[in-house]
């Protein structure tokens, strides 16, 4: 007999280990585990979420004739570990070898790999591109561009192309989809479920457990089995699907959701087949339901991105989570986690965070992660914040997302340029600078948009770095025709508002 481990973002019935392992003779180990849920401190949706699917998904593979032992959180034997529950497994059952599906996060490979049973791990094929695949592609270029492995993706699927050729003439849509959005958008609501008995009980056991982590666990509405997540993606596709490349990057305080699938966190733990969503929108579009750059700016983040960042962790190493070629090193503001702030851009994300441990890709990027960026906050911090707070989070998608895109601490590994703007990005795709204390248009002064400020003196800072990328050379022309006086008065405010954030005031 062998064990056979399942992992919390693990719940697909085709995973690696399921299909290698003998159902008549190995036993199935799935563990709720504090290492797990607490190695840092993540949103309690997040955890809810795992759990309640955890133990749906062990019930599914009981009734299919599994014999599975589960151990729940608040079992008084419980190990507290994943090596420490295949080994009490092992203990009970006299096994000497666990099969297991290669985990997406260093630290529990590397745990894995340091047990003294004998583990037989399999690459996740649940992965449009192998880590073989990924590696070919990268061998000899000197630079990883998403670009150019996603229309390897393509010709790989055949999605989107025309014989040779890709569907429309154009690989990527993108110009098309940055669409600013007004408030009187009509927006499909997100599918969301009531929980039932047995989620009730998790959810009990989550508040009591971690009340006190960042996020609020009510109102819950998350699937939490493929039926459900199957009928979030099916609503997305006749509903929001036919706009959602327009308005993919906008942002409205009186709307979370806008036209978003809000499907990643079932993507990322198994309820959900990536190609699958794919092909669903393609045939959305062939069908003539949805426009074409809607289907691609969709596809793209999945049978793009999602697997490029995938290849990217796997290939930085255990190290790539750690590196801050900026040198940053101020510490994350508390407003990060909820305290008060002046700024009304991040007061909505943080706020939408924290009640739907959800914010969409651009509120990610352009908000809470080019605020942290340009006000050199240590990356290390950043990393472990989105780790917490979403509910998408792991670590093979998120660092490589916060780390490199984000952050630029990878040293352009993944960004040919770091992602930063001032104010005016965020007033042209949003009506966040409307109700806010600070002015957008203003340069310096006590209502300066701080996003103005640490703008320039981000690059300022940063110049012998960015001073010779082309694409950087408009922004270092623009800082260049300033007004000396003027030039110097945007550094030393936005020393000011530094000083003020280090201190802990509302800023």
């Known amino acids: ?7 919390g973002d693990q719940l697909s019935p085709g995973m690696a280990a399921l299909k290698a392992a003998d159902r008549d003779r190995d036993l199935v180990v799935m563990a709720e585990v504090g290492t797990e849920t607490g190695y840092v401190p993540h949103h309690p949706k997040k955890i809810a979420l795992i759990l309640a699917a955890m133990r749906k998904f062990a019930g599914r593979l009981q009734a299919e004739g599994w014999r599975v032992a589960y151990s729940r959180l608040d079992d008084p034997d419980n190990a507290g570990s994943i ?3 295949l080994l009490r497994r092992a203990s009970e059952t006299g096994a000497k070898e666990v099969i297991a599906t290669e985990p997406g996060e260093w630290r529990l490979i590397e745990a894995l790999g340091e047990m003294p049973l004998r583990v037989t791990m399999l690459e996740d ?8 695949d990924f590696d070919a592609w990268a061998e000899g270029r000197k630079a990883l561009r998403m670009e150019y492995f996603y229309r390897e993706m393509r010709r790989k699927t055949g999605l989107l192309m025309d014989g040779d050729r890709p569907a429309g003439g154009k690989w990527n849509y993108d110009r098309e989809n940055r669409k600013p ?3 009187d958008l009509f927006a499909p609501k997100p599918l969301w479920f009531s929980p039932d008995e047995a989620l009730e009980e998790v959810l009990g056991l989550v508040e009591d457990r971690f009340g006190g982590n960042f996020g609020a666990l009510r109102p819950f509405g998350y699937a939490t089995d493929p039926g459900q997540a199957g009928q979030v993606l099916d609503r997305f596709i006749a509903e929001a699907l036919p706009l959602f490349g327009d308005y993919q990057d906008a942002m409205l305080s009186g709307n979370r959701f806008l036209y978003h699938s809000l499907i990643s966190a079932y993507l990322n733990i198994g309820l959900l087949d990536p190609l699958d969503a794919c092909r669903r929108a393609e045939a959305a579009w062939k069908g003539g339901k949805v426009p074409i750059n809607a289907a691609e700016g969709f596809i793209r983040q999945i049978l793009g991105w999602r697997e490029y960042v995938r290849g990217i962790y796997f290939r930085g190493g255990p190290d790539y989570p750690r590196q801050n070629k900026l040198n940053h090193q101020r510490k994350l503001p508390a407003l990060y986690w909820g305290a008060e702030t ?12 924290r009640d739907e441990a959800y914010a969409h890709h651009i509120q990610r990027l352009m908000i809470t992660g080019n605020f942290a960026l340009i006000a050199g906050i240590d ?31 990878d040293g352009g590994v993944i960004a040919s340029k770091p992602y930063v703007s001032s104010g005016s990005y965020i007033s042209r795709m949003s009506d966040y600078c409307g109700g806010c204390h600070y002015s957008v248009t203003a340069r310096t002064g006590e209502r300066a948009c701080p996003f103005n400020l640490l703008y320039w003196a981000f690059l300022d800072r940063h110049r012998d770095r960015f001073g010779g990328n082309p694409r950087m050379a408009q922004m270092y022309r623009t800082w260049d025709r300033m007004d000396a006086a003027h030039r110097g008065t945007v550094l030393e405010e936005a020393g000011q508002f530094l000083h003020k954030m280090g201190r802990g005031d509302c800023i």
């Open 1 to 7: 007999m062998r064990l056979v481990l399942v992992l």
């Open 379 to 409: 990356p290390a911090e950043v990393h472990e914040w989105y780790l917490s707070v979403y509910v998408d989070a792991f670590e093979w998608v998120e660092a490589p997302n916060t780390v490199g895109m984000s952050q630029f601490a």
């Open 181 to 183: 959005a007004r408030d």
């Open 83 to 85: 090596p420490g529950e």
């Open 342 to 353: 002046r700024m009304n851009c991040l007061a909505h994300a943080v706020a939408q965070t």
């Open 125 to 132: 094929d649940r992965f449009i591109a192998s880590h073989a």
